[in-house]
């Protein structure tokens, strides 16, 4: 009686391994996991899965291939199943199939569906499967291709994601705005763009899904997308997630920086219902992850901690990641993954270049040029005024220097304090900007000791001190243009560099007027001279023509009176239009 029963159940036993070995694998239809009592390979899976169309219309034919990628490892496959899923909607089944080749592949009924699956019809070593999937009349915008293939009782790789198709005429986005901040987490680049409707929209949400967490990507990139997550604002010792462009399909990877160096791609898949979009430049990813993983994930972080994020996007070149294209947008706070939902706000420039850019546009634009003028035009003025002893036009123009001074010290450190060194991709800005510390330090040293008013080489500390402040006023005018624009920084184009433009002219039209009046060209003073008025006698009816002519203190004063004017002019504007860049520099 016993042997009976043991022969029945190897009998059953031996059926049912007959029968997944003969593709017969509805059961396995909803989670698309082979009932081989093993887990799925955390490997990278060395297949490729193609469409030989991105969009269709309903009725519409597209050719889906299946074929092995690596050439490392075992060159074949035994066993797949190839399903369409809704993009928007995993678990929902879209369209039927089509056999290329029934001797090797057969079509399958899941969700009650005939034909809404293709397995293989034997464990016969395969190299590559084609079939051809036939779009329903009520397909949604997008479609997902998933597939799971096994090399071996042991070895295989579930729900692979293959590429998204999109019906024409849909919305060419897998993902949307909606429901940021009340049923995910975003952080977007515009602010408050939707990766829907805008293809330059940078865009990254993330939603609980009880022990796991699903995550959004999108975004304009030539050969990768991607984010991470960080315990600090400075880039190094991250945990990196990237969707990579290859070719016609793209690669969702975890990986890990421990510097500013190249990632290093994790060798375990721990990324579940994985799917991908390429469409118009976009790159697009989604995919799912556990909130914890095994202690043997030793750079995964727990996502039930706070972290900044970082979105970048880039280049790449033979399987190789190259440095982002532009500064990482880096959220303004840590944000809880796992947390409520928020509607996140970051920026591409670090707070350290700001301050930077902030400290030596005061001091180069606005400080520098008010001492200058005050020094080259306004000597003779306030001349029985003193302040603390000194004349006035002298005091303003050491107070206005010093400050010029001490704002480039204090500009010049930041940048090698953010980036821990010398920065060697910011082309020769660097360089201006120590030419520009040296000669403003060279200034007020030179100013200590120069000669008396009355002696004789005087002119000589004089035009020293002209040119080397010329000079150094224009090095920074050269260098704060390559400033502005530089990775970290980054201020909008073109109309950032028309304003910078238009202070530098603004300056020199303030200097040009002024010069003319100093030289006479201009002598306001004296248009009151040999004006004709007439004033009436008392007690008679005769008029007298009378000559008015001023004095010297009049003339002087009302000389004085229009260098003030131009200079109050010449100050509000510049300070309106430094106000408007250090305004964009916060925003950045």
Not at 343 to 362: C, E, N, Q, W
Request: aromatic share 10%.
């Amino acid at each position: 009686m016993n042997m009976w029963i043991v022969l029945l159940l190897l009998s059953v036993c031996s059926e049912t391994i007959f029968c997944f070995s003969r593709g017969n694998v509805e059961v396995a239809c909803g989670d698309m996991t082979p009932q081989h009592d093993s887990s799925p390979s955390t490997q990278h899976p060395p297949f490729n899965i193609i469409a030989d169309k991105s969009q269709f219309s309903p009725g519409d034919e597209i050719k889906v291939t299946l074929s092995m990628a690596s050439s490392e490892g075992k060159q074949y496959f035994k066993g797949f199943l190839i399903e369409a899923r809704n993009a928007r909607n995993l678990s929902e089944t879209v369209g039927s199939f089509k056999l290329i080749s029934p001797d090797i592949s057969q079509l399958l009924k899941c969700d009650n569906k005939e034909g809404s699956a293709v397995s293989h019809t034997s464990d016969s070593h395969k190299t590559e499967v084609q079939v051809i999937w036939v779009a329903p009349s009520d397909s949604p915008s997008s479609v997902q291709f998933l597939v799971t293939v096994a090399q071996g009782y042991k070895a295989f790789w579930v729900k692979i994601p293959g590429p998204v198709v999109s019906q024409n005429g849909a919305q060419t986005s897998m993902f949307t705005s909606e429901g940021c901040g009340s049923s995910k987490s975003c952080l977007r680049d515009p602010e408050g763009c939707d990766p829907q409707n805008d293809t330059a929209c940078h865009f990254l949400s993330f939603r609980r899904l009880e022990r796991s967490v699903m995550f959004e990507l999108s975004g304009s990139a030539d050969g990768y997308v991607s984010f991470a997550l960080s315990q600090d604002k400075w880039m190094g010792d991250d945990d990196v997630y990237l969707c990579i462009r290859d070719t016609d399909r793209v690669d969702i990877k975890a990986a890990y920086v421990s510097g500013r160096t190249h990632p290093i791609i994790s060798s375990q898949n721990i990324l579940k219902d994985m799917a991908w979009r390429l469409s118009n430049g976009v790159i697009q990813c989604s995919f799912r992850r556990d909130i914890q993983l095994p202690p043997e994930n030793l750079n995964r972080f727990n996502l039930e901690q706070m972290y900044y994020l970082f979105m970048a996007h880039g280049r790449v070149e033979n399987g190789i990641t190259h440095r982002h294209d532009h500064q990482p947008l880096i959220s303004t706070y840590q944000a809880s993954i796992t947390g409520p939902p928020e509607d996140l706000t970051g920026s591409r420039s670090p707070l350290l270049v700001k301050y930077h850019g902030a400290f030596m546009l005061i001091a180069w634009t606005s400080t520098v040029s008010a001492g200058v003028i005050m020094a080259r035009y306004f000597k003779p003025d306030w001349p029985e005024r003193n302040i603390l002893g000194q004349k006035v036009w002298f005091q303003l123009h050491r107070l206005l220097m010093t400050i010029t001074v001490l704002l480039t010290s204090v500009g010049f450190v930041l940048p090698f304090m953010y980036r821990g060194g010398w920065s060697k991709r910011a082309g020769i800005h660097p360089y201006l900007g120590c030419v520009v510390m040296a000669l403003a330090v060279i200034q007020p040293v030179m100013a200590l000791f120069r000669p008396a008013p009355d002696a004789s080489r005087r002119y000589i500390f004089s035009w020293m001190h002209f040119g080397t402040g010329t000079v150094a006023q224009v090095v920074a005018v050269i260098a704060i243009f390559l400033g502005i624009h530089q990775q970290a920084l980054s201020l909008p184009a073109p109309w950032s560099t028309g304003v910078l433009a238009f202070i530098v002219v603004w300056f020199v039209l303030a200097n040009l007027v002024l010069e003319v009046h100093r030289r006479g060209f201009l002598p306001i003073g004296k248009y009151f001279k040999n004006v004709k008025i007439y004033t009436e006698h008392i007690n008679s009816d005769d008029k007298e023509e009378v000559v008015f002519v001023p004095d010297e203190n009049e003339t002087s004063n009302v000389e004085s009176c229009f260098k003030n004017t131009v200079l109050a002019i010449y100050l509000c504007v510049n300070l309106g239009f430094l106000t408007t860049l250090l305004w964009t520099i916060s925003a950045v």
